[in-house]
């Protein structure tokens, strides 16, 4: 990299860090950008609830219950020496790895493995900003932009409404690599060499190692459709086998997190038959509703799902893109991705139905393509404003007058719909910054200083600061207070509830929570084991307690009534020896009606602690004579959903030994050894030859030895991995081990060798002069 590529790109971060010091302001106060409301919100937190106030915010419950735990797991893990490719914690035990949200392989999140959580999450919301920022400014100047048309077209994007709402979420994570993906398209036309493809392949891996699947799918159309509209003119062999090797090469690089999700997807409860529902129309406001920190803003939209704000920059500069003639078919290939990925994301026309027919599109949520609109406009904008800062005096009047038309053409635009704002009636009053008038101000400012520059009344140098300066107040404004911030202790704080509980957690016991006694997956971050949570659970879990809990698709929730009234062993057998029962619950007094079943042990916050008395163990033994094949699967769910049916004397599984011998002793002795996300050991004592259960739901990839020799696992009770153990005192190890992690990491690793190779030969024959 040269001196002016140094300069430009140092000029681009820093720019980038101004503003983001603005919006995390309170990061300085030691807080960090965490919801706190949501977990306070909760019975058993509020007597804990801060005297500083806690912002109202989108519906972001997700940070909490999801991606700030998720975090947790992974960094308690990777510093103890393992790899957490499960999840014990949640949902009776689940994969951790091929859930793609863990995004255990992103490169940006091995600052958890290093750093402490909360300093690694605070970091991570000032590195997408910056990152996204940087990639844009560097495609901007790939393409002929200016420097100024390139920051301003980062900053644009890097705070537009999407990236804005969805910040510290897996979709963010992975749509800052937009600009990225198109750079690399661009300059592998350019140049097909070996650092080119290297860069593609890069760009191309991270959004899907970054976690969120659907995203990553949205941004490789879109990179691949680029591609496909460059080779079109002239046609390139050369370009199309370079950007062929690229995507194998991505593949290569994602393979580690791609194969383990493929399987998940195989084994877990959801649809992919279903569409996800359109936007209502009205929703097209968004682009200009300056509201975006309320769950339901105050002219209507659901946030974050519903946002979309662009900056007023951005509607006044667009149109002039087309000017500019050294750029043009750039300029009209985002004009034309703006408006295919407008009408799919709102319904509208011919798009909305070729999507809606198309296999793999028609189960995405579409309407998040407005990040595809918002990076279009934002390139677009860059590039109007890169014409405009190439005007001079030499330019004729009707070139100017152009300008100004079109630059008010782009305002129009905006002003109608600022003026539908305007008109709808709103809930709430809110603040001065965030009302229409402001914006309107905003969009006036903006068109008037791209008019000057065309009637050349305004220097390069003004122009310049009074477009970036107008651009910053812009999205400033409008990003400030767009999430909470919270006092890192504060965060989770230790609570009663969770703390009287028994702190042995070698032999894991689990709860279950009703009447939202707490935040679902909220036992995570105390090291608790969860019955349920709130996650796409696996399949076999979700039919096996079908009718005890809600039927949502993500989650599994269990309801009080359906529990208390249950006659079978089926929560006993998934170890659930505490419920957690909020006295808002109307039911929750039932539970200490039945001594023989439970024991009312302690309050706090309003939330009653319950021990489940007929609760068995994280594993158990069952004599050999208690054997019971079933092969066919349903028989076997009604068979352990039969009031009659003793998890403790019997076992269902779908092919083994059986004996008819009575039992010769009563002896079944378990002492756990030790317990990791992926591995536990047992030391095992029977008296009989007996089946060893073990209450976790049963996933492939887990092996079994005993007393060092490999021991096959059946599938016990429909839900359980289990073993056969002679008679006598053994071993045992679980460990999980699966073939999708081993293959995908093997494809991983001599990915990343080729990709070395590649860019190292880049390097040595490169241009210094390009950037």
Request: contains cysteine; hydrophobic residues 50%.
């Amino acid at each position: 990299m040269n001196k002016k590529s140094w300069v430009f790109s140092t000029t681009c971060v820093a720019a980038a860090l101004i503003l983001s010091a603005i919006v995390y302001a309170p990061m300085f106060e030691g807080k960090i950008p965490f919801p706190g409301d949501f977990v306070f919100d909760f019975p058993p937190y509020a007597p804990l609830k801060p005297a500083y106030s806690l912002l109202p915010q989108t519906n972001i419950g997700d940070l909490v219950s999801s991606f700030y735990p998720y975090r947790t797991i992974a960094a308690r893990a990777v510093r103890s020496g393992s790899m957490p490719l499960w999840n014990p914690y949640m949902l009776s035990g689940t994969p951790f790895l091929a859930m793609a949200q863990s995004a255990l392989f992103y490169p940006p999140n091995f600052l958890y493995y290093v750093l402490p959580v909360p300093v690694a999450w605070s970091i991570g919301f000032i590195l997408r900003r910056v990152l996204a920022t940087l990639f844009t400014a560097l495609f901007i100047r790939r393409i002929g932009g200016t420097s100024t048309g390139a920051i301003a077209a980062g900053l644009m994007f890097s705070f537009c409404g999407f990236l804005t709402a969805w910040q510290g979420q897996t979709m963010s994570d992975a749509a800052i690599w937009l600009p990225l993906i198109c750079y690399s398209v661009i300059r592998l036309r350019e140049e097909t060499d070996a650092r080119s493809i290297a860069i593609a392949a890069f760009a191309f891996a991270m959004p899907v190692l970054a976690g969120h699947p659907e995203t990553a799918a949205h941004l490789a159309l879109t990179g691949s459709a680029l591609a496909l509209f460059l080779a079109l003119s002239p046609p390139r062999l050369a370009f199309l086998k370079a950007f062929t090797v690229s995507g194998l090469i991505a593949f290569g690089l994602a393979a580690v997190q791609i194969l383990p999700t493929l399987e998940w997807l195989k084994y877990v409860n959801h649809s992919l038959k279903d569409p996800w529902p359109l936007p209502p129309l009205h929703s097209i406001l968004a682009l200009v509703s300056r509201d975006i920190i309320r769950t339901k803003n105050v002219i209507g939209l659901l946030l974050p799902e519903q946002s979309g704000y662009l900056a007023m920059m951005t509607f006044a500069a667009a149109p002039i893109a087309l000017m500019r003639r050294q750029s043009r078919r750039y300029a009209i290939f985002f004009a034309l991705a703006a408006i295919v990925a407008f009408s799919a994301a709102y319904g509208i026309g011919p798009v909305h139905w070729l999507v809606s027919i198309t296999p793999g599109l028609q189960m995405m949520k579409n309407s998040r393509l407005t990040l595809v609109v918002s990076f279009s406009m934002a390139v677009l904008a860059g590039l109007g404003i890169s014409a405009l800062g190439e005007f001079g005096f030499s330019d004729s009047k009707q070139r100017r007058f152009r300008a100004v038309l079109l630059a008010f053409a782009g305002s129009s635009i905006a002003l109608v719909l600022i003026y539908l704002v305007h008109l709808l009636p709103v809930s709430e009053l809110i603040e001065s910054v965030r009302v229409p008038r402001f914006g309107f101000v905003l969009l006036i400012a903006s068109a008037l200083t791209l008019a000057l520059k065309a009637a050349s009344y305004l220097p390069q140098r003004v122009f310049s600061v009074l477009t970036i300066l107008l651009i910053a107040i812009d999205l400033g404004t409008v990003t400030y207070g767009a999430i909470p911030f919270t006092k890192v202790r504060d965060v989770f704080p230790s609570i009663p509830l969770f703390d009287r509980l028994p702190a042995d957690t070698t032999a894991r016991f689990r709860i279950a929570q009703f009447g939202a006694a707490y935040g679902a997956n909220f036992e995570t971050m105390y090291g608790r084991f969860e019955l349920g949570g709130y996650e796409l659970p696996l399949e076999r879990l979700k039919r096996f307690t079908a009718d005890l809990g809600r039927n949502d698709m993500d989650s599994v929730m269990l309801i009080p009534r359906a529990v208390l009234d249950t006659k079978d062993r089926r929560l006993d057998m998934l170890n659930a020896k505490y419920y957690i029962v909020s006295e808002w619950d109307p039911l929750y007094m039932e539970f200490r009606n039945h001594p023989d079943r439970f024991r009312f042990l302690y309050t706090f916050g309003d939330t009653d602690v319950i021990e489940n008395l007929r609760s068995l163990g994280p594993a158990f033994l069952v004599p050999l004579s208690g054997v019971e094949a079933i092969p066919d699967e349903s028989k076997q769910l009604i068979r352990v959903k039969d009031p009659a049916f003793d998890p403790e004397h019997q076992v269902v599984v779908s092919e083994g030994p059986s004996s008819t011998a009575e039992p010769r002793g009563n002896e079944k002795r378990i002492e756990w050894r030790s317990t990791e996300n992926d591995s536990f050991e047992l030391d095992v004592t029977t008296s009989d030859p007996s089946v060893l259960v073990i209450s976790q739901i049963d996933y492939p990839g887990w092996n079994a030895d005993v007393d060092g020799k490999p021991a096959p696992i059946v599938r016990a009770n429909y839900a359980f991995p289990a073993i056969f153990v002679s008679a006598g005192s053994h071993h045992v190890r679980f460990s999980f081990e699966p073939d999708t992690f081993k293959v995908g990491l093997a494809l991983s690793v001599v990915a990343v060798i080729v990709l070395a190779v590649l860019a190292t030969r880049g390097i040595r024959r490169s241009n210094p002069n390009r950037i």
